[in-house]
């Protein structure tokens, strides 16, 4: 897993930051101070998804939610929780968070999904221990979708699994193709 860190310092909201990417998708873990009075951290994991990767279009809606309306405030939200049951995808209890980046729809060009240690009866988290339920989130999420198309690091178009020249690790990297940078 590749993987770096970087450490945000603000007295009032000190927060670590670790990310990386494991099998082609983007993740980044976060431990911060949530109660300063009594030093309590929280953790949360996110990865980032890109909804043209996915082929099967069911599968793509259901990674695409649309904002409901709030039963409290005047404000619309994001059901994260409808990826869990609405997906195979395991995360740390179920997924709490759910952010569109880029521009506002149509044009989606990424999902940033996650989840947090908040949960009753959370044993407090170290990181070794959030970066095993990254790895089996990933996992679960590539067992779930038909196909993710993966993204060439030469020219950037997306390919089909199983057709490009793989890496040391033998991960898909590069599509193969004319462009010198493909093959």
């Given at each position: 897993m590749e993987m770096k860190d970087t450490l945000k310092v603000d007295p009032d909201?000190?927060?670590?930051?670790?990310?990386?990417?494991?099998k082609g998708i983007t993740y980044q873990i976060t431990k911060w101070h949530?109660?300063?009075?009594?030093?309590?951290?929280?953790?949360?994991?996110y990865i980032t998804l890109n909804p043209k990767r996915i082929t099967n279009e069911e599968q793509r809606e259901k990674i695409l939610l649309e904002r409901?309306?709030?039963?409290?405030?005047?404000?619309?939200?994001?059901?994260?929780g409808d990826i869990s049951f609405d997906t195979d995808i395991k995360f740390h209890g179920e997924c709490t968070y759910y952010e569109r980046l880029g521009s506002p729809k149509p044009d989606i060009k990424m999902v940033?999904?996650?989840?947090?240690?908040?949960?009753?009866?959370?044993?407090k988290p170290y990181l070794n221990r959030v970066l095993s339920d990254v790895q089996i989130?990933?996992?679960?999420?590539?067992?779930?979708?038909?196909?993710?198309?993966?993204?060439?690091?030469?020219?950037?178009?997306?390919?089909?699994?199983?057709?490009?020249?793989?890496?040391?690790?033998?991960?898909?990297?590069?599509?193969?193709?004319?462009d010198e940078f493909c093959n």
């Open positions: 909201k000190p927060k670590k930051t670790w990310g990386g990417r494991y949530f109660n300063l009075e009594r030093l309590e951290w929280m953790w949360n994991y409901s309306e709030s039963n409290f405030t005047d404000k619309r939200y994001y059901s994260a940033r999904i996650g989840c947090d240690y908040g949960h009753h009866k959370d044993i989130t990933i996992d679960s999420f590539y067992d779930w979708i038909d196909i993710y198309l993966r993204r060439c690091r030469g020219c950037g178009t997306y390919f089909k699994p199983g057709t490009g020249i793989e890496n040391e690790r033998g991960w898909e990297t590069k599509c193969g193709g004319e």
